[in-house]
Structures are given as structure tokens and as C-alpha cells.
Antibody, heavy 119, light 112 residues
Framework: EVQLVQSGAEVKEPGESLKISCKAS????????IGWVRQMPGKGLEYMGI????????TYSPTFQGQVTMSADMSTSTATLQWTSLKASDTATYYC????????????WGQGTTVTVSS | QSVLTQPPSVSGAPGQRVTLSCSGT?????????VHWYQQLPGTAPKLLIY???NRPSGVPARFSGSKSGTSASLTISGLQAEDEGDYYC????????????FGGGTKLTVL
């Protein structure tokens, strides 16, 4: 079964750093893009960016460029999303997704990681 | 404000047919980029419902269908069921935003 399993919920204070993960199984990790999507409380989906694990080619949505860093580790089939200095406005649920080519959409979704940033 | 415009809410009675719209521009849907639709039921992760404008992934019931014309796309649900209640998002690609995927703002579907 193709799956993306994300790391657990996090509670952090403003200014702290954070890395959340997304472990892929059931398919060849290096053959599909991994995208990240933010959903703030009570709001819609926002596309953050995408990474190709095979060569770490990464594209960020302009909104998130410079705000987060995406990476992928082929040896563990794990993608990560990290922040160096969290803000309260980063409070949201973050989903990782699998995408083949653009015509196929995001066909597999992780269960989501809820990040709460509060002092 | 999302680049792809969706009505905030739509409602219908069980058994009815409802159509959800997704309006774009010449830099996304109108440029020929594929439109995908996602269903997010309460408290769950989104799920791919339609890909490549009109295609249903395996396991998605045939009462869900997609179409596209010009700068707009639509998702039609025939034979509405109570378990269809949730949020629906369209997604495409936009050349203006440094070449980035984009989501619509989402439509909340209420089954009366």
C-alpha cells in the first residue's frame, strides 16, 4: 500500500526551530515529487512547494520562498519541512503529498502534522 | 484571495445533482493546465477526486465528474449523498507565480 506517514503534532514557542517529516512507503520514493500544503485553522489549502527526491530539485511557492526549507533523504524515503524561527502565524496543519507529473494531481496525502506556535 | 475562484458554499438535497465551479484566468486554467479536484471530509486529510480535468482515480464513484471549458472548470456530483458533505478544492498550475501550483479557496458542500 502506498502511504505517506507524517510525524506527530508539535507545540513550539515563537522563535524556535522545527523540522517535521513525511515517510513514504509502498512505492519508489525517487520517482515522484513530494509537495507540502498548509492549512491554517478553519481555512483552505495553500500550496507551499514541491521537491523531487531523486535530485532534490525544489520549487517554492512565492509566499513560502525563504520562509521554509524542504529536503528529502533517499536513504530513508523521508521528506522534511523545516523552519529556523517559527512565528505564531505558522500555526497550521501541514500535509505532505505525492505527485507524479502535473497531469496526475496529488494522488496520495499524509495524515497531516499540526503545528502550534504559542508563547 | 485565491487565484482560482470557488463559491464559498453550495448546498443540495440527497439525490440531487450539484455543480461546483472553479474560475481561473489565462495564466492557469485558460492556458490549458490540468485541473484537479480534492475532497476534504470533516477532520480528515484531502483526497484526490478528479485529476487531469476529467479523470477519476480508482475507487472514486462514477457520480463524481469533472469538466473544463475556457478559463473555468467544474465538478459535478450526481445523486448527492449525506457522506459527500465537506470541502472541495480545485487545483491547477499558474505561470504568473514563478510557475507554481495553486489551489482555489474551496467550496463547502452542505447536504440538506
Amino acid at each position: 500500500e502506498v502511504q505517506l506517514v507524517q510525524s506527530g503534532a508539535e507545540v513550539k514557542e515563537p522563535g524556535e526551530s522545527l523540522k517535521i517529516s513525511c515517510k513514504a512507503s509502498g512505492y519508489r520514493f525517487v520517482t515522484h515529487w513530494i509537495g507540502w500544503v498548509r492549512q491554517m485553522p478553519g481555512k483552505g489549502l495553500e500550496y507551499m512547494g514541491i521537491i523531487f527526491p531523486g535530485d532534490s530539485d525544489t520549487t517554492y511557492s512565492p509566499t513560502f520562498q525563504g520562509q521554509v526549507t524542504m529536503s528529502a533523504d533517499m536513504s530513508t524515503s523521508t521528506a522534511t519541512l523545516q523552519w529556523t524561527s517559527l512565528k505564531a502565524s505558522d500555526t497550521a496543519t501541514y500535509y505532505c503529498t505525492r505527485r507524479g507529473d502535473k497531469s496526475k494531481g496529488m494522488d496520495v496525502w499524509g495524515q497531516g502534522t499540526t503545528v502550534t506556535v504559542s508563547s | 484571495q485565491s487565484v482560482l475562484t470557488q463559491p464559498p458554499s453550495v448546498s443540495g438535497a440527497p439525490g440531487q445533482r450539484v455543480t461546483l465551479s472553479c474560475s481561473g484566468t489565462s495564466s492557469n486554467i485558460g492556458a490549458g493546465y490540468d485541473v484537479h479536484w480534492y475532497q476534504q471530509l470533516p477532520g480528515t486529510a484531502p483526497k484526490l477526486l478528479i485529476y487531469g480535468d476529467t479523470n477519476r482515480p480508482s475507487g472514486v464513484p462514477a457520480r463524481f465528474s469533472g469538466s473544463k471549458s475556457g478559463t473555468s472548470a467544474s465538478l459535478t456530483i450526481s445523486g448527492l449523498q449525506a457522506e459527500d458533505e465537506g470541502d472541495y478544492y480545485c487545483q491547477s498550475f499558474d505561470t504568473r507565480l514563478s510557475g507554481s501550483d495553486i489551489f482555489g479557496g474551496g467550496t463547502k458542500l452542505t447536504v440538506l
